[in-house]
């Protein structure tokens, strides 16, 4: 039987400040390693807060310390580590999740949809591409935070005859308390609609703009029902484990997959 340990990480964030969250991480971690673990999920850009001010704080792709951190913590550890980082590439800055190998490769997704509302359409570019890693077995479609409003963008798309693009969604975010029930909601309603798990970590604690994180990191089933739940805004590291035979079961026993609707994305995305 194959299944994905997974390790959610809610966490207070120093704003600003990569070195100190880098440091908070590696303790809040421990000895936490691949024995324990094939995936440690961290909130979006966990080493410095939801910043709009990309042009000081992002760091370049080949060069940054907080990637080169990342890479580490995956190597040292022997898992799977991600998390999303401001990054610069040529005139562009980007919301970049890396997801960290831990033979030392990178994957990287560029955050599609930017928070207007907080200007962060202004501050970075868009990405283009939707990103799908595989981990023990998992297909797993990447995305952030503002990303899990639009269902289009995540819904599944299987190639010609196949049934599912992919087996787990990922969502990392800084998503604020004063709308913590449509993060609860939307990851259990992608859960539900796409007949697959989704593992959602969110930040806790108040940034700098005195705005306020609530957590409520949650990895739900294929049939939105909560495997961890901890709807409290303190810091946590919990492990979850999913099963892809349970999973098959379920699309096998409950094929709504059958009368799902064909569609393709334009903008790189489908044909």
Request: with cysteine.
């Amino acid at each position: 039987m194959s299944e994905l340990r997974t390790t959610l990480v809610q966490c207070d964030l120093r704003w600003e400040d990569p070195d100190a969250n880098c440091r908070m991480l590696e303790e809040t971690l421990g000895e936490l390693d691949g024995d324990q673990t094939d995936l440690i999920v961290l909130p979006e850009m966990f080493a410095t807060g939801f910043t709009m001010n990309s042009r000081e704080m992002a760091e370049p792709m080949d060069q940054s310390a907080t990637v080169a951190w990342l890479r580490e913590q995956a190597v040292q550890r022997g898992c799977v580590v991600t998390g999303s980082v401001a990054v610069v590439e040529g005139d562009d800055y980007f919301n970049r999740l890396i997801w960290a190998r831990p033979d030392g490769s990178l994957v990287t997704y560029d955050k599609r949809h930017l928070f207007r509302m907080a200007g962060e359409h202004e501050r970075y570019a868009m990405g283009h591409e939707r990103v799908i890693v595989e981990l023990k077995g998992f297909r797993i479609l990447l995305s952030v935070c503002y990303d899990l409003r639009f269902p289009v963008w995540l819904r599944q798309q299987p190639a010609p005859g196949e049934h599912f693009e992919y087996d787990a969604l990922l969502c990392i975010a800084n998503w604020p308390a004063p709308r913590r029930h449509p993060w609860r909601v939307l990851l259990q309603a992608r859960a539900v609609e796409n007949l697959c798990p989704v593992i959602g970590v969110n930040r806790v604690g108040e940034d700098a703009k005195g705005l306020g994180y609530a957590g409520d990191s949650m990895l739900v089933d294929a049939k939105g029902e909560a495997l961890i739940d901890e709807p409290r805004d303190l810091p946590f590291v919990k492990t979850g484990t999913l099963s892809l035979t349970d999973l098959q079961a379920f699309r096998e026993k409950f094929p709504a997959w059958r009368d799902a609707d064909h569609f393709t994305l334009s903008d790189g995305v489908g044909d």
